[in-house]
Nanobody
Framework: QVQLVESGGALVQPGESLRLSCAASGIFFTMFEMGWYRQAPGKQRELVAT????????????NYTDSLKGRFTISRDNAKNTVHLQMNSLKPEDTAVYYC????????????WGQGTQVTVSS
């Protein structure tokens, strides 16, 4: 079975940092583009960042929503089948459920999601 398990969500104050993690199993990890998406209450799910498998242990090219560049960083460790999202200078508008995604680029219809982890930014 394919499993994506997120962790690291928490309640934090504005300006603080948080690191989310996603552990993948049941897939040939390096063949998948990994990504983070988020969904705030009453809003549609939106892209945060993606990272390709690459030819090294630490992945290839990345893609970010422009408004999040400079604050959020995606990374992966192919030896550990994990992907991370470092979030700095958090703002209340970052409050959302954050989801881990695995996308098989060779067969674009193959797409997996984790259950999500809650991030709340509030004073």
């Amino acid at each position: 079975q394919v499993q994506l398990v997120e962790s690291g969500g928490a309640l934090v104050q504005p300006g603080e940092s948080l690191r989310l993690s996603c552990a993948a199993s049941g897939i040939f990890f390096t063949m998948f583009e990994m990504g983070w998406y988020r969904q705030a209450p009453g809003k549609q799910r939106e892209l945060v960042a993606t990272i390709r498998g690459g030819s090294t242990n630490y992945g290839g090219s990345t893609n970010y929503t422009d408004s999040l560049k400079g604050r959020f960083t995606i990374s992966r460790d192919n030896a550990k089948n994990t992907v991370h999202l470092q979030m700095n200078s958090l703002k209340p508008e970052d409050t959302a459920v954050y989801y881990c995604n695995a996308h098989y680029l060779i067969r674009p219809n193959v797409n997996y999601w984790g259950q999500g982890t809650q991030v709340t930014v509030s004073s």
